[in-house]
């Protein structure tokens, strides 16, 4: 299984970006999906969750307002829609997925996609 971003990219602030993340490879399902951010030298965080159904979301106080992560389970597709983008948001975006297969799920990680927010 694979996770694979893209979208991000240089931006000047109050700008918007749109982020994807899509799952290939083999498996039975995508269940729940976020997206984490680790900026230059602090700890990765959660940005954003979605459940497998796409009924319920989460987002971390820091973006609320600002960011809709939203998926498209037909194409194994995650997004985080970015608006009003900050300096503060310049990090590199992970996906994270649950994916089963067989009789067992397991957490994957894509590579990360490098959002740059100039101050």
Known sequence: VQLVES??????AGGSLRLSCTASGSFFSVNA???YRQ?????RELVASITSGGGSTNYADSVKG??????D???NTMYLQMNSLKPEDTAVYYCNALVSGGSSSRWYWGQGTLVTVPS
């Not at 979208?7 to 000047?12: E, I, N, P």
């Not at 900026?39 to 700890?43: I, L, S, V």
């Not at 600002?66 to 998926?71: A, D, L, Q, V």
């Open 66 to 71: 600002r960011f809709t992560i939203s998926r």
């Open 73 to 75: 389970n037909a194409k």
């Open 7 to 12: 979208g991000g990219g240089l931006v000047q």
């Open 33 to 35: 999906m976020a997206w």
């Open 39 to 43: 900026a230059p030298g602090k700890q």
